[in-house]
């Protein structure tokens, strides 16, 4: 990942746990545990132990007539209830969801309840979120002993408010949200008990109110809130139990859509400022080349354009409008080197990937238990291989990158849609060369993101922040589709080597040696029980940035794994469902997932000649989901997606709507890439430039409908927004083996469908 | 040069050069942002708006094409009191939307599909609907538009 692009999470010595050979491995997950912990900022404070903390979120969100209980949540005398969420929309709904969580534990009238965006301020760092991340860097046992207020120090110190990880409920949610409904409602509880001289145990809450039944007597929240906001919160209040939940569980309308259906919403693109000036830019082609030279005056000679900046590897023309910008940019001949990477193409890093693979070198990063080797060597052992191959992956975020820059009075105001606020001001600080309390980042919504919008790898934050400096006006800077398709950070190109052992119709050993830029190991679950198995990752580094793309690198490794089983099962003449199955754990989630999903899909009924049906099984981000794809195949042998099932087990569903929504585009969205996306090289430079030759599945040959089904297993909250994805691609190429025979083994399959 | 013509039903005038999209002259020019930018090359629909009822990809029609045309967009699709096109109430009731940002090409495309067939059939769907939903809600999108046209519901929600 060029290779980890995030800072380093800097834990104090005296809550490092006992070192651990595997460290690198272990910073490698946190970044693809949501691409996340170490990127961005924020929070959410738990508790405000830390008054100056306490009096900035005050200062920022709280006004006359409210009543401030945490960083992100008040309650005005009106009775409304507001929620300040550090996580972003991109579309994943969580919003709603967490407001779903918070209302819940309060007992709070939904209908009063609003939703807000958490101000990009350090004083709204996410401490849930560091709660949450946090036993995945130092052990459940370690982080279960840290104060809030060492952990909101450490937090702060990140800083942490980054929507990814399908973080939001599972951490968000589970640690903040709850706990503070829950401690607030208690102390809304004990004000009423003080002011209605009663017991606090004869009271009750609802609808936003504190109701002494015996007397017939209630208080509004409203009228609570000033007195119940000096009361002290409980760090470990009752939580309600499943069967009390009123509104977690349930399918509730999400809050953001009307604004979505009438064109209201505003986007970081449509963000407009009086006298407002527009950019476009176009970068080198080649990832890692320098702008050697441009002359200015075609540019300038275009109508409406005022001026072009000269980035160290790009150009930038403002003009009056975008169009006109553009007619300027197109009219420019900017020359770049090819940083010295013309020898660069996607053949040479497969070819580069093999070769390292089969060298027999020290791997820098592996997992796995067991002699494999022996198993592998074993007398009558079946020894099955096959290779794998997956291209970049470009994240074709329906809105392309746009970000506003005013520099006036010594301060730059930036307004955008990134999944970071935080580390937006940090680093636009940076390349401004201002201090971070002179940058004030406002955060907008987003059209889509799946990975590309963490600040670390954003350049248009860079960009603007130089451009800003250099013009008096407020400029926004819009890139092309052309540029967000060519300077991408994608997931990466990977290449992969399986092999294993089969004795009696059981696998007895496994190895999965895999080439790319960074490790998995201990990011993806190997979920299988096998005797001896081997997971080897060595790194590769092209001259592209990889960034963490949907699901990161469970999408490969989902791919690898689970194609790799319907071979296996081949080879051992066995059908595939029933071939995972006994080799997962007896009574485990798994088991439950698999079942259903087969069940659900009528796994053993007979189809007609032509017509297949592929499983696959993916755990990912806390969640197991497992996939069946129904396929045809059309007269050139390409195949057309009839049928789509999803069973998922993410311990509990919050908003079991938006929930089915996340799944059904993490399916489809794998489906697309596995299908025609394919990022290419040649001299160094992205092959591609738009839709045109970057195919995004369309409606016609999406699946009609996904038929996705909840186990509601109670087991540790799971993520949504990703987990969908992965088992998708080796489903549908199990599929078309089951159709035709035909097994694929590189993506994408279009072409290699073709008869 | 003045181009002179009519957005939901409004006289508009717009400064603009004649190769300028409509897209660019609706969103820079006139302040309208509903429509949105996803390519520039009319291969994504994101920019949909209706030319004198018909559809069509504002990213690539010159703005001098719609001089005295009508023009209709995301903005004009509600009633003068405010209540929502048939096609957008199915959308909320769908719970199409997830980033959003399509959804407006979506619903323009829904609309001039509706105005054009009456009832869609799952074929007149397919063929109709090929703007580009990178979240994937295209099963959600096929539910409203059926459920739109009084269909039945297949809402395959849980």
Same mark, same amino acid.
């Given at each position: 990942m060029a290779d980890n692009p995030t800072p380093d999470l800097d834990i104090p010595e005296a809550i490092q746990p006992e070192a651990k050979p595997r460290k690198k491995g272990v910073k490698r997950r946190i970044f693809l545990a949501g691409s996340a912990l170490l990127v961005g900022g924020g929070i959410f404070g738990v508790w405000w132990t830390d008054s100056s903390v306490k009096a900035k979120a005050k200062a920022l969100t709280v006004g006359p007539g409210e009543h401030g209980f945490q960083t992100w949540m008040k309650i005005a005398e009106d009775d409304t209830v507001t929620l300040f969420s550090p996580h972003i929309d991109f579309g994943q709904g969580s919003h709603t969801a967490l407001g779903q969580m918070l209302a819940d534990e309060l007992d709070a009238d939904w209908t009063r309840l609003k939703i807000e965006q958490a101000p990009a301020d350090l004083s709204f760092a996410n401490i849930a979120l560091g709660k949450g991340f946090l036993p995945e860097i130092v052990g459940e046992a370690v982080a279960g002993l840290l104060p809030d207020a060492i952990i909101g120090m450490l937090v702060r110190s990140m800083p942490l408010m980054i929507t990814g990880g399908s973080s939001a409920i599972r951490f968000t949610g589970e640690v903040g949200m709850r706990k503070t409904g829950a401690a607030v409602r208690a102390a809304l509880i004990a004000e009423a008990a003080d002011r209605l001289g009663v017991p606090a145990d004869e009271l009750t809450t609802a609808d936003s109110k504190v109701t002494h039944a015996k007397s017939g007597r209630s208080l509004r929240y409203g009228e609570l809130a000033a007195g119940a906001a000096t009361r002290s919160l409980s760090s470990d209040p009752v939580l309600k139990t499943r069967d009390q939940w009123k509104l977690i569980g349930q399918p509730v309308p999400r809050r953001d859509i009307p604004a979505k259906v009438d064109g209201s919403a505003v986007y970081g693109i449509d963000f407009t400022l009086p006298d407002m000036r527009v950019a476009t830019i176009a970068s080198a082609p080649v990832r890692g080349g320098k702008l050697e030279s441009v002359d200015e005056a075609p540019a300038l000679a275009v109508k409406g354009v005022e001026k072009v900046v000269k980035l160290d590897d790009a150009v930038i023309v403002v003009a009056k409008g975008y169009w006109q910008a553009q007619k300027g940019l197109a009219a420019l001949s900017p020359k770049f080197t090819d940083g010295g990477h013309a020898a660069v193409s996607t053949s040479a890093i497969y070819a580069a990937q093999e070769k390292l693979r089969k060298a027999g070198g020290e791997p820098d990063n592996q997992g796995g238990d067991g002699d494999v080797d022996a198993a592998f060597g074993a007398a009558d052992a079946k020894v099955i291989e096959a290779d794998y191959r997956v291209p970049f992956l470009h994240h074709a975020m329906m809105e392309p990158f746009a970000l506003t820059g005013h520099f006036k009075d010594g301060t730059l105001h930036l307004w955008g849609g990134l999944q970071d606020p935080l580390s937006t001001r940090t680093k636009a600080a940076k390349a401004a060369g201002l201090d971070v309390d002179k940058v004030v980042f406002n955060p907008m919504i987003m059209g889509g993101g799946f990975g590309r919008r963490f600040p670390d790898l954003v350049e248009i934050i860079d960009q603007v922040a130089v451009l800003a400096k250099q013009v008096p006006y407020p400029v926004k800077l819009i890139w092309s589709r052309e540029q967000d398709v060519r300077t991408g950070t994608y997931r990466p190109q990977s290449s992969a080597g399986l092999k294993a052992s089969l004795k009696d119709g059981a696998i007895t050993g496994w190895r999965s040696d895999y080439v790319q830029s960074g490790n998995a190991e201990g990011e993806v679950p190997f979920i299988y029980n096998i005797p001896a198995t081997s997971r080897r990752h060595f790194a590769y580094q092209s001259n592209q940035i990889d960034g963490p793309w949907r699901s990161v690198n469970a999408t490969q490794m989902g791919f690898y794994t689970e194609s790799f089983m319907d071979e296996l099962a081949a080879a051992a003449g066995e059908e595939p469902y029933r071939f995972r199955r006994k080799h997962l754990a007896p009574g485990s989630r798994h088991i439950a997932v698999l079942d259903e999903v087969a069940k659900r899909s009528n796994w053993d009924s007979p189809l007609p000649d032509g017509v297949g049906r592929g499983i696959a099984i993916v755990e990912s981000f806390g969640t197991i989901v497992a996939e069946v794809i129904e396929v045809s195949l059309k007269d050139d042998g390409t195949p057309r997606i009839l049928k789509a099932f999803a069973v998922v087990d993410c311990g509990t569903t919050v908003n079991p709507l938006n929930a089915e929504a996340q799944i059904m585009g993490g399916l489809i969205m794998g489906l697309s890439s596995a299908m025609g996306e394919q990022i290419t090289l040649d001299k160094g430079a992205v092959m591609q430039s738009n839709f045109s030759d970057y195919p995004i599945l369309k409606l016609a040959d999406a699946p009609p409908q996904v038929d996705v089904h909840f186990i509601e297993s109670g087991a540790k909250t799971g993520g949504i927004g990703e987990p969908g994805l992965p088992p998708a691609s080796p489903a549908l190429a199990n599929a078309i083996a089951a159709a035709s025979g035909k097994r694929i083994r590189n993506l994408p399959l279009v072409d290699q469908a073709k008869a | 040069m003045a181009i002179a013509f009519s957005v939901n039903g409004k006289p508009v005038s717009v400064e603009a050069d004649a190769d300028t999209p409509l897209l660019w002259a609706l969103r820079d020019d006139l302040g309208m942002t509903g429509t949105k930018f996803g @390519? *520039?090359? !009319? !291969? @994504? *629909?994101?920019?949909s708006v209706h030319i004198d009822g018909a559809i069509a990809r504002s990213c690539s029609v010159p703005v001098s094409d719609v001089a005295g045309k009508s023009v209709t967009t995301i903005e004009g699709l509600k009633a003068a009191d405010g209540t929502l096109h048939r096609v957008q109430q199915a959308w909320i009731d769908a719970q199409v939307p997830q980033c959003g940002y399509c959804q407006s090409g979506q619903i323009m495309a829904a609309v001039a599909l509706i105005e054009q067939v009456g009832s869609p059939s799952d074929a007149q769907i397919d063929e109709a609907m090929t703007n580009i939903c990178r979240c994937g809600t295209y099963p959600r999108i096929r539910t409203a538009i059926l459920a739109a046209t009084g269909a039945a519901a297949q809402t395959g929600e849980a």
């Open positions: - | @390519c *520039g090359i !009319a !291969a @994504c *629909g994101a920019c």
